[in-house]
């Protein structure tokens, strides 16, 4: 038989949702694949059963409806600081996912590199791999996940195509500074470098920290391809509605690219998110108060038991330091977790580029109830998992 592609030689199945496997396997609460155990907003999910009474069936504008479009650049421009012309500077994707991918498949040939920061959202090595391109890693340093200038423009010198900038950051919770973004910003013009951003957790940001779009800085709107999702801020991760916002010639690109990988993205549901898109500022204030109260239950839980743990600037995960119970494989120490303590995690290992075993992530948006029962659970956890 023909040899099989060699682009994914180097794949495994998704390790954070082979975990939600594992979590089922063993009935374990599952804070291990990051979506969420409560509703939409009510709001939207009306208007969802209105739509599916009303003409929303058949294949909406292959990049975005126009009402989607329009409402998703009235509630940009303000927050990214310039007027977004929803024709020219948007398209709609299947999720952030297809977004990241139609992005780097814009800007990348085979064989160009693409720095990435390490821990990173598994996807994005998948990502540079599918497309042809090399991935150069830069170490983010804990605790707090800073980067070394040094090191990041030794990644610069190589070279590279593009950067991929998770933030808030996907798995550690960073919010990068503005002095941070603005040294990006520097090597990114010094080098000629494009930046992909990944911005899902832009409304998920905890005080003192503030988010701030890398586009909006001086002379990286050029440069910049803004990716990002609807289903973190409006709790709606199945139904899979993404976008990029980039300049005109850039999404010229990505259209075609988004056209041939998956035509577009499901009418009805655009029709219905388009309520959520509307939403005024006091939505945004009450999910950053919501999310911030369930980070504090949490971590005064985990503070409570006495498991060493990061607190997130933005996004919803937490990573644990299991250093202590003596592992060699933190995927090993993930099924234990689930099978004696009831608890679904993922492990660090498969953020990081780094040898690093000594983590795992856990994430919080869930009702109260469940963490508090996930938390219950790890009361025990030095009982049911002895040091080694």
């Not at 509703?39 to 003409?55: F, G, H, Q, S």
């Not at 909406?60 to 409402?71: L, V």
């Not at 701030?212 to 990002?228: G, H, K, V």
Request: glycine share 6%; hydrophobic share 35%; charged share 25%.
């Amino acid at each position: 038989m023909p040899q099989l592609s060699k682009r994914t030689e180097t794949f495994t199945d998704s390790v954070i949702r082979r975990m939600t496997r594992v979590s089922n396997q063993y009935g374990a609460v599952n804070l291990s694949q990051g979506f969420p155990d409560f509703e939409p907003p009510k709001e939207i999910l009306n208007r969802l059963a209105e739509v599916t009474n009303e003409d929303f069936h058949q294949y909406s504008i292959t990049w975005g409806a126009q009402n989607f479009r329009e409402a998703l650049a009235e509630k940009q421009s303000k927050l990214m600081g310039r007027q977004i012309n929803p024709d020219e500077e948007i398209v709609v994707t299947c999720g952030s996912t297809e977004a990241m991918m139609a992005a780097m498949m814009t800007v990348t040939n085979p064989g160009d590199r693409v720095i990435v920061f390490s821990p990173f959202y598994e996807n994005y090595g998948a990502d540079a791999i599918l497309s042809g391109a090399e991935p150069i890693y830069v170490p983010l340093h804990p605790p707090e996940f800073n980067f070394d200038p040094d090191e990041l423009e030794n990644a610069f010198k190589q070279k590279p195509k593009a950067l991929i900038l998770c933030n808030p950051s996907n798995p550690c919770g960073k919010v990068f500074t503005y002095d941070e973004l603005k040294q990006i910003a520097y090597l990114a013009e010094k080098y000629d470098v494009f930046v992909i951003t990944d911005e899902v957790y832009e409304h998920i940001v905890y005080e003192p920290n503030k988010h701030i779009y890398f586009a909006s800085l001086p002379n990286m709107w050029e440069r910049t391809i803004s990716c990002s999702s609807l289903s973190k801020t409006y709790s709606i991760t199945g139904w899979r509605l993404g976008y990029i916002i980039a300049p005109p010639h850039i999404i010229d690109t990505a259209k075609k690219v988004h056209d041939f990988l998956t035509v577009g993205a499901a009418a009805p549901l655009q029709e219905a998110a388009v309520t959520g898109l509307r939403f005024g500022d006091d939505y945004y204030q009450w999910l950053r108060d919501k999310y911030t109260r369930k980070r504090n239950l949490f971590i005064k839980g985990l503070d409570d038991i006495g498991i060493s743990h990061t607190v997130p600037q933005g996004a919803y995960y937490v990573l644990l330091d299991i250093s202590e119970y003596g592992y060699s494989s933190d995927y090993e120490f993930c099924e234990d977790l689930a099978r004696e303590v009831g608890v679904g995690a993922v492990p660090g290992s498969s953020f990081f580029r780094e040898p690093v075993n000594n983590l795992i992530r856990l994430h919080f948006a869930k009702k109260d109830k469940t963490l508090i029962e996930a938390l219950n659970r790890l009361e025990n956890i030095r009982n049911k998992i002895p040091k080694r």
